[in-house]
């Protein structure tokens, strides 16, 4: 059985988070259940970590198009590693170590990413290397606990991005070509400080929180 963690109609498209099995038997059962043979096949390629991921963020997406009415062929890669999706959706997977989660959309001018992150104490502080100077400015007054969530959430959102704009870029973009500002109701603002110059791009990125697990979501556009 797939335990569906979140299902949710968001601004940037339908998004699923699921459980991720554990063991390669358990692994192998969830592939079986909801992938097609070419999936699986793939899937088996894969060391037991990084197939247990790819295994439930294939679930997810399905599950997430499914909600939309909408089917797939076999979920393989791209040259970039994203996931390859019919004409006119567009998607992205992400995972940590016990839940993967995806997002599709109806998209025919635009890219969707989305970051999965949980919420607990870090023993490193990676907010000098991910944030800007006017980032971290926004920083200033937290409570400890505060900054903690406040830092991930920025490097969340920047991931999701990073993952919309990758289908334009083609190319690696670092943490400080973008700053992103957020707000309590989980609406956000991005500035592109693209190295490169491309562009230029419409950004938006959203972002929630259930329980532990942070969610963020972006949509890129060209301008």
């Known amino acids: 059985m797939v335990d569906t963690l979140l299902d949710l109609r968001l601004d940037h498209g339908r998004c699923v988070a699921v459980a991720l099995p554990h063991g390669d038997e358990a692994v192998a059962a969830m592939a ?3 992938l097609l043979p070419e999936e699986r096949e793939a899937a088996t390629a894969l060391g037991p970590v990084r197939r247990r991921a790819w295994v439930g963020g ?9 909600r939309l009415g909408k089917t797939a062929g076999p979920i393989l890669a791209d040259a970039r590693g994203a996931p390859r999706l ?27 990413g989305v970051d999965v992150e949980i919420d607990r104490p870090r023993a490193h502080d990676i907010a000098p290397r991910i944030l800007r100077p006017e980032e971290l400015a926004d920083l200033e007054g937290m409570t400890a606990s505060e900054r903690g ?18 289908r334009y870029v083609h190319r690696y973009v670092g943490f400080l070509e973008v700053a992103v500002t957020l707000s309590e109701d989980g609406m956000g ?13 419409g950004l938006e990125v959203r972002w929630m929180k259930r329980e532990r697990l942070l969610v963020t979501t972006a949509r890129v556009r060209r301008a």
Do not use: C, N, W
């Open 32 to 34: 079986a259940q909801a």
């Open 189 to 201: 603002e991005v500035t592109p400080h693209l190295r490169e110059g491309e562009g230029p791009f």
């Open 149 to 166: 969530t406040a830092v991930l959430l920025r490097f969340s959102a920047k991931e999701a991005v990073y993952k919309a704009l990758d």
């Open 58 to 66: 294939r679930v997810a997406m399905r599950a997430a198009l499914a």
């Open 86 to 112: 019919p004409e006119g959706i567009a998607g992205s997977i992400s995972h940590k170590e016990e839940v993967a989660v995806a997002l599709v959309a109806e998209e025919a001018a635009a890219q969707v």
